[in-house]
């Protein structure tokens, strides 16, 4: 019997492991499962846990007000520490960048337990972007024991840093197989108001924002491009679920409240921000897990940073970076909205992040590991 301890804390973690939970459920009598969260994030958090019907064994609930970076680090290290001294787990599975994600590496290697990094070698260079993310990577990168990679990529990054080829399979992101098993076509919102767009007459831009460092400026130069484009284009509306942070929200209602065709909402669980997603024209994200997302529907993504750890779907063409100067955002918004020959280019190109097995391949990669199976699952490869 392999012990798996699955820990994660924030919503965008909770979706990428909630399907491989699923599927290591399936093998009963070889591997068993537990699931420890943080709850780094707390409500955003419990929304996945609830549509994907997991109950974790363990539940650290350290989320606090204005939490800062170094409480979160602590709280989660101190409390992880006390389950692995009562689960024992033979490996602790974790994902992709997060402060949870560290903590948790970092907990494991304390013990001298095995850890697998889920959605690993992801690289921007920039240790400050985004932040703290990449070095969130980085640092249980070096930690880990198993390397599952999303593409070929990734894993390169991780060979030029010495990781074992023998200790990497590419496996593809396991966000595409949450995707795929959520999204609705005919998908109704509990909000009236987004059920009465006509997404068919309408061109929908569909906008997230939070990184810490778009924080000010660089955020108030989107949303005042934005601000333009509605204003310009009679048929664009906007739907924004906007971040709690107040340091987004603020700046958001001060350039985008009020205005016509500009649909400013909470948050959206995952189920029905990826039917929004579906009915887009287009999306404008500085979100990492949108870019993997969105291509897989058909959609082109303008990332609003200045740096990405997804070179992937830049290359294939299904998203294109323009940062955050208000003439870049305006300008590439508009050669979408008049270009219908640059819009199915990228509408079109193929999605390099999955195809919806990921989860089965990182299942087979842990029982080869540990010697449940005597060959090496094949690779993803992104025709």
Known sequence: MLKVLAVFGTR???????????????????IECKVAVTAQHREMLDQVLDLFQI???????????????????????TGLNEILEQEKPDIVLVHGDTTTTFAAGLAAFYRQIKVGHIEAG???GNKYSPYPEEMNRRLTGAIADLHFAPTATAKANLLREGVNPENILVTGNTVIDALLATVKDKYVFTDAALNAI???????????????????EPLRNVYEALRDIVEQYNNVEVVFPVHKNPKVRNIVESVLGGLPRVHLTDPLEYAPFVSLMNKAYLV????????????????????????????????????????????????????????????????????????????????????????????????????
């Open 122 to 124: 992801l690289r921007t």
């Open 198 to 216: 006509d997404y068919r007459g309408s061109r929908v831009l569909v906008v997230t924002t939070h990184r810490r460092e778009n924080l000010g």
């Open 284 to 383: 404008l994200t500085d979100s990492g897990g949108l870019q993997e997302e969105a291509p897989a529907l058909g959609k082109p993504v303008l990332v609003l940073r200045d740096t990405t750890e997804r070179p992937e779907a830049i290359d294939a063409g299904t998203v294109r970076m323009v940062g955050t100067d208000k003439d870049a955002v305006f300008n590439a918004c508009k050669t979408l909205l008049e270009d219908s020959a640059a819009y199915e280019k990228m509408a079109n190109a193929v999605n390099p992040y999955g195809d919806g097995r990921a989860c089965a391949r990182i299942t087979a990669g842990l029982e080869y590991f540990f010697g449940l199976r005597g060959n090496k699952p094949e690779e993803f490869i992104n025709l």
């Open 12 to 30: 965008p973690e909770a979706i990428k492991m909630a399907p491989l939970i699923k599927e290591l459920e399936k093998h009963p009598g070889r």
């Open 55 to 77: 109950t974790p064994a363990y539940d650290l609930n350290i989320m606090m007000p204005n939490q800062t970076l170094y409480e979160i680090t602590a709280r989660a290290l």
